[in-house]
């Protein structure tokens, strides 16, 4: 039996890295990590999705994405056949946005932020120091952040809160954790819901994932 091809795409501005502890049994999977690329002046989300595909060497695929890669491999479906789309702490329309996100997209405060610091978050970690949560967390973010350029966040962000997928994909397989505080499961319909799951779940609920992500695809 031919190994099913499974590509995962991570969250907004981070590394391949977030799946490094993902283990699919490698007699049954063929498993790929798409890095984030630069995205060009005025380019759509549609546009994006399409050269993202670009790497993509197989047909009949099996599609993961984490967050804003949740989204992202929502949309390269569009130009891939695929078996089975997963998205993990994501969002299946712009419905399941939290209401502080539709604010900046009315407001436009999106475009005001600072997304440059974001870059230099390697200098933060030199002065926080210790085993607190802002150090931790810190040090998560130095570790995993792979895309700092302020032109993908700036693009990154305002494709977030400006997404215009209104009706859900019926199909996609929908992970999500009941105490994600990026996308709160208030918004959310129709998932499979991880108790005690945050929105970095794919790191430190990896466990969960390895024995339950080969029956999903599957089923």
């Known amino acids: ?3 099913i091809p499974v590509y995962f795409v991570p969250g907004l501005a981070a590394s391949v890295e977030i ?3 993902i283990k699919l049994p490698e007699d049954q999977f063929e498993v790929y990590f798409l890095e984030w690329i630069l995205p060009k002046h005025n380019e759509s989300i549609q546009e994006y999705a399409k050269r993202m595909c ?3 060497n197989h047909e009949n695929i099996v599609l993961i994405g984490v967050s804003f890669g949740g989204i992202m491999v929502q949309e390269m479906a569009a130009f891939v056949k695929t078996q089975k789309v997963i998205i993990i702490s994501s969002v299946k329309s712009n419905q399941e946005l939290p209401i502080h996100m539709k604010l900046a997209k009315a407001t436009k405060f999106y475009k005001v932020l600072p997304t440059s610091l974001l870059g230099k978050v390697n200098y933060l970690s030199r002065y926080v120091k210790g085993r607190g949560l802002l150090a931790k967390r810190v040090q998560l973010y130095n570790k995993y952040l792979y895309m700092k350029q302020t032109k993908y966040l700036d693009w990154a962000i305002e494709n977030v809160l400006l997404w215009q997928r209104s009706v859900p994909d019926e199909k996609v397989i929908h992970i999500h954790g009941n105490d994600d ?3 709160p499961i208030s918004k959310i ?3 499979i819901v991880l108790e005690g799951g945050t929105h970095i779940m794919i790191v430190n609920r990896h466990k969960w994932f ?3 992500l080969p029956k999903l695809i599957l089923e």
Do not use: G
Request: hydrophobic letters at 35%; glycine letters at 0%; a neutral charge.
């Open 1 to 3: 039996m031919s190994k």
């Open 19 to 21: 799946f490094e502890y």
């Open 54 to 56: 670009e790497k993509i």
């Open 181 to 183: 505080m990026v996308f």
């Open 189 to 191: 319909k129709n998932c």
């Open 210 to 212: 390895n024995e339950n």
